[in-house]
């Protein structure tokens, strides 16, 4: 095979150029994949776009992209469970493995954890990546690679449902009925959890949630999101409140939508570090407020669901794009946000 590939490397705010980069060698327990699609995700329109989150600050050349499956064409030697040929996806965080998180079981807290695409970690808007083969996971044949790269998302969304210790009979209201929004309902369904209510702005995205089960799908713009949900369930509010769509007055919605001893599950990144919240509701109604960083733990579930086709995936792509047009895939995620879910890019 060619020694050099094409990647989308990022050069600058909002600008990405196609250029030839070396194809890296796989390891002795790592196989070299072909890269096949690409989901956009939050956080790479976020870096186009702003250059950093946070403390992570884009250094160019730079590539992005980590929700990502493809085919195996090389294995290095001490790898036994994957061939070439394989169909795959990867789950993008690996852990040093070492320290107290990753010995505990909460390897996404692990402070040496190397993420694509989380400078100054390359991504995988490229032709081939080298992984370890113990966090690629194999897909069956009737999957597509435009599923495969959606087990990321979903992986968020399963975690976060984990984390609430969600039980069949329970209510759950999800605030942000984008990709991860989307997951978390499907997670729910599948931990036995149907009393769901979505909520958004975009009309598309909430007749996605109701297709995919919601059972009462609100507009933020033209519901009384609050009243509704108390009528809904009751009057008691509901047992979890997964926040996902990384806003202000979202997150400070949630306690006034959460029953008495609920979970609040905090997903989304507000645009704010600091701002109000009634401290009070959590206090007198014994709330347990919960942050989710990444996943851990629940990737191998995630693709048994979709390889068993439990979960729907696929019909969250809206868009698609090829690798040399990477730049428009990450501007149209920025500037359509009425008009998509998810964008991907396919090579």
Known sequence: MAHTMKAAVMKGIRKIDIDEVAVPIPASEQVLVRIKTVGVCGSDVHYFIEGKIGDYVVKPPFILGHECSGEVVEVGEDVDNLQPGDRVTMEPGVPCGKCPNCFSGRYNL??????????????????????????????????????????????????????????????????????????????????????????????????????????????????????????????????????????VVTTQLTADLSARGGKIVLVGLPSQDCFEYNMNKVIARELDVLGIFRYANVYQGCVDLLNSKAVDLGSLVTQRFPLEKTQEALEYAHEHKAESIKVVVNL
């Not at 108390?230 to 409140?241: H, L, N, S």
């Open 110 to 247: 692990c402070p040496d954890v190397v993420f694509w695409a989380t400078p100054p970690v390359n991504g995988v808007f490229c032709e081939y990546v080298v992984h370890p083969a113990c966090f690629t996971f194999p897909l069956y044949e009737k999957v597509g690679f435009e599923e495969g790269a959606m087990v990321e998302p979903l992986a968020v969304g399963m975690y976060s449902v984990i984390r609430a210790g969600a039980v069949p009979g329970q209510s759950a209201v999800i605030l942000g009925s984008g990709p991860i929004g989307l997951m978390t309902l499907q997670a729910l369904h599948a931990c036995g959890v149907t009393r769901v209510v979505a909520v958004d702005l975009v009309e598309l995205r909430l007749e996605k949630a109701r297709s995919l089960g919601a059972s009462l799908v609100l507009n933020g713009q033209k519901d009384n999101v609050k009243k509704m949900v108390m009528d809904y369930t009751g009057g008691q509010g509901a047992d979890m409140v997964f926040e996902t769509a990384g806003s």
